[in-house]
Structure formats: structure tokens, C-alpha cells
């Protein structure tokens, strides 16, 4: 079974740049998450999808960020005008069943740099 | 305040030794537990839930809950090298899934 896909893997930008960062789920699962994690601390939640909808985007920061998932398949995040404080590894995990309490499978995430 | 709260920061036991890592929830709507782990590099993987009082076994890893505190642990014992790593307790409320900040691993040799 694939498992969660993220691209790319690394992303090195100047302050004021855009980057988009994209999520292939496993096939068939319902749920979506996008974590942000800083260098040695846990993940935090920024955006969550069931299918196409948006359930909790509450901690994304909205002036900035932006998280679509159109099909209720693959997502993409994206960053509009990135500061040094969004450096950090940017997680994709999903899961089959999203009103139960089911294990997050994770990407390996993609490292972002910004200089 | 955090609603997921870790601890040790870090641990370090001996090849053969065992690793206790603690977790509390300040939130009652989040009491359905997992352990993740987490190698440089790498995403976190799942290694257990527990979702009922008491305890839960498999292999090499026992978990504990308290569900009146909300306060979990996880115990490795017959430590390997391999399992260095970051260890993460995750607590969710049918959907969203909040981590702790999560206790380094060390073994030693």
C-alpha cells in the first residue's frame, strides 16, 4: 500500500517568496491534516479537511496561508508571503474515518527554509 | 496553555534499560490516546492507542491510562539503540488530533 506522498522535501526561500506545498493521502481515506513542526518540537495542527471541506482551519494563519483540497483527494498548502519564523517542517497526514479516534498515517514532510 | 503536556523533555536509559515518557490532556473533550514516534527525518509513525483505563500491552511496549486525570505513560522496556527517537503522545476528539512537544529518546550502548 503507498503510503502519504509530500513534495518536495525541501523548499529554501528569502523572506517575502511564495511556496506551495502538495499531499497525496492513501487512497481512500477521508481525512487530511496539515501540520506545521518546528525544528525538535511537536507537530501543530494548522488545517484539517474531511473530503473537500474544511473542518478546523482555526490556527492557519490566515493572512498568510491558504489550504485547498478540491476533490477530496490530494491538498495543497501554501505559504503568500513567508517570514523567517515559517521555518519548519510542514507534515501531511491522513486517516480513514474522521469521526473516529483512527491513527494518522504521516508524510515525510517537507523542510522549509526560509533565509 | 497547552492542551497536550509531555514529559521528560529528554531521557536517556542503557541497551536493556526501560523508558517511561508521560502525557496529560487539559482538555476532557481530548482522551483518546496514541503514542507516536518519530526518527530524524522521517514523518511519525503510530505505535499504539489507548482509549480505556488501565493498561495495554504489545510487545516490547505497555501504556497506561488514567481517564479521571487524563494522564497516560508509555514504558519501553529491553531498550534498543533503535529506538532512539522523538516520542510524541497525540490526543484527539473525533478528528482533531493535538500533539505534545514530545520527550527525546536517547539509548545508549
Known amino acids: 500500500e503507498a503510503g502519504v506522498t509530500q513534495s518536495p522535501r525541501y523548499a529554501v526561500l528569502q523572506e517575502g517568496q511564495a511556496v506551495s506545498f502538495w499531499c497525496d493521502p492513501i487512497s481512500g481515506h477521508d481525512t487530511l491534516y496539515w501540520y506545521q513542526q518546528p525544528r525538535d518540537q511537536g507537530p501543530q495542527l494548522l488545517v484539517y479537511f474531511r473530503d473537500e471541506a474544511v473542518i478546523d482551519n482555526s490556527q492557519l494563519p490566515s493572512d498568510r496561508f491558504s489550504a485547498v483540497r478540491p476533490k477530496g483527494t490530494n491538498s495543497t498548502l501554501k505559504i503568500q508571503s513567508a517570514k523567517q519564523g515559517d521555518t519548519a517542517t510542514y507534515l501531511c497526514?491522513?486517516?480513514?474515518?474522521?469521526?473516529?479516534?483512527?491513527?494518522?498515517?504521516f508524510g515525510h514532510g517537507t523542510k522549509l527554509s526560509v533565509l | 496553555q497547552q492542551k497536550v503536556q509531555q514529559s521528560p523533555e529528554s531521557l536517556s536509559v542503557p541497551e536493556g534499560g526501560m523508558a517511561s515518557f508521560n502525557c496529560t490532556s487539559s482538555?476532557?473533550?481530548?482522551?483518546y490516546f496514541w503514542w507516536y514516534r518519530q526518527h530524524s527525518g522521517e514523518g511519525p509513525k503510530a505505535l499504539m492507542?489507548?482509549?480505556?483505563?488501565g493498561d495495554k500491552k504489545e510487545g516490547r511496549f505497555t501504556a497506561h491510562l488514567n481517564k479521571a486525570s487524563l494522564h497516560v505513560s508509555l514504558h519501553i522496556r529491553d531498550s534498543q539503540p533503535s529506538d532512539s527517537a522523538l516520542y510524541f503522545c497525540a490526543a484527539s476528539d473525533f478528528g482533531e488530533v493535538i500533539f505534545g512537544k514530545g520527550t527525546h529518546l536517547h539509548v545508549l550502548p
Open positions: 482538555d476532557r473533550n481530548f482522551q
Open positions: 497526514a491522513s486517516s480513514f474515518g474522521g469521526h473516529s479516534n483512527e491513527r494518522l498515517f
Open positions: 492507542s489507548i482509549f480505556s483505563d
